[in-house]
């Protein structure tokens, strides 16, 4: 008979077979049903007034503190996540980072925010938190001196994202995070490039670790969800916070984020020996100047991810050697194989043309004088196809381009 209550040493395939799945959420069958409610039913009203007293994950009260299918999945999501307490769902990974970033912050606060930050990111910090008081600082995760220097008494979190939006840097996570803790600051992770099966955020010193479920998890580019975890004290508070502002998820979603949870595992090795292939395949080719994969040896990063990271994902980028915006967008139309849009991590592939200058405070783009002529770029997200058909189809899309 299954037992998913001790998945702990577990290797990561079969926790995420495995993860969630308790028997009094999925009785007789394999998934959890989707529970729709609102109200939970009492016994009596003796235990009607038990309910709002004993506030505890796993316990039936009301739709807004969830039903067993939302339940599964954060305990799913705990369990892949070494070190934490629970996890708190959010219905969009904004909304993650707005949960967290409203838990941890007071006004008067300093929000440090890695430069190459997702862009939603960087403007929560100049929007809605500045709005209420809280400063954000933007700064190069890539210099750990700066870093440290830039620490004041008001700082109370740093918010670190890697390999960097659009960009693709990789930072030395532990060392930022160390350093965050010694200043008495909160280290909270976008970690949805690598998910917990590529990066153990909490092992490596992170306080909070989020991540966009519509990426990876939910894998197949039809729902949005958001996702943090933590240890035990920082836990609660996230989802005290996150009972206050009223955050909720539908069962309907979190059943199709469990049904992609569990080929997680596959996808992203898939997707990252497809990446890999075609970031290799790229390098050598005359029209492009560099490529930004952290899985490719000799890439930017690539050191510090096969230190720090257990896994990767079919997200790069890569930019041009000189050219122009029309020539790179004549070459992402010219691919037939690719979506073009928005989000990443679905079982399809997709192209973006992408221009990071737009959305850097203090880092360079292009991020070294030998690039200087070479800023357009184009974010691949890597799907399940097959990689040669992939690349014979941005081979056929690179016969457009043209440096002139
Ligand atoms: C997409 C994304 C988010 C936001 O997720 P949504 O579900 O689209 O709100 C957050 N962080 C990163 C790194 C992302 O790529």
């Not at 691919?335 to 992408?354: D, Q």
Request: glycine residues 10%; contains cysteine.
């Amino acid at each position: 008979m299954s037992d998913t209550s001790n998945l702990e040493n577990a290797a990561a395939g079969t926790k995420v077979v495995g993860a969630g799945r308790r028997k009094e959420w999925t009785g007789a069958v394999v998934n959890p049903p989707v529970w729709r409610a609102s109200t939970h039913l009492y016994e009596n009203t003796a235990a009607l007034a038990e309910g709002p007293r004993k506030n505890e994950d796993g316990r039936f009260f009301y739709g807004r503190r969830g039903a067993p299918t939302q339940w599964a999945l954060s305990e799913a999501l705990t369990q892949l996540e070494p070190g934490a307490a629970g996890t708190v769902l959010y219905p969009s990974g904004v909304a993650a980072i707005a949960g967290v970033l409203l838990t941890v912050l007071r006004p008067g606060d300093v929000l440090m925010i890695s430069d190459n930050a997702y862009d939603p990111s960087r403007t929560m910090g100049k929007g809605l938190l500045h709005d209420f008081g809280i400063e954000p600082r933007f700064f190069d995760p890539l210099d750990l001196s700066a870093y440290e220097a830039a620490f004041c008494e008001r700082t109370r979190a740093v918010l670190l994202e890697a390999p960097g939006s659009l960009s693709m840097e990789v930072c030395a996570l532990p060392e930022l995070a160390r350093i965050a803790s010694a200043q008495g600051a909160v280290s909270i992770f976008d970690n949805t490039w690598a998910s917990p099966l590529g990066f153990q955020a909490l092992e490596k010193g992170i306080d909070i670790t989020l991540m966009a479920l519509t990426k990876h998890v939910g894998g197949h580019s039809d729902l949005m969800m958001g996702s943090a975890s933590a240890g035990p004290e920082l836990y609660a508070k996230l989802r005290t916070r996150a009972q206050q502002l009223g955050t909720v998820v539908s069962p309907d979603d979190a059943s199709l984020a469990l049904r992609g949870l569990r080929t997680l595992h596959l996808r992203l090795k898939q997707e990252t020996e497809t990446a890999l292939a075609i970031a290799q395949w790229l390098s050598h080719r005359p029209e492009v100047a560099q490529v930004f994969c952290p899985m490719l040896p000799g890439a930017p990063g690539h050191e510090l991810w096969k230190r720090d990271f257990t896994g990767g994902c079919g997200l790069f980028s890569f930019v041009f050697r000189g050219g122009s915006a029309a020539a790179r967008n004549r070459f992402v139309d010219a691919l037939t194989l690719f979506g073009i849009g928005f989000s990443w991590g679905g079982y399809e592939s997709l192209a973006l043309p992408i221009d990071p200058a737009v959305y850097r405070s203090c880092m360079a783009w292009p991020p070294a004088p030998a690039l200087a002529a070479d800023r357009y770029g184009v974010r691949l997200s890597i799907g399940l196809e097959d990689p040669a058909d992939l690349i014979a189809d941005i081979e056929q899309a690179l016969s457009t381009w043209s440096a002139e």
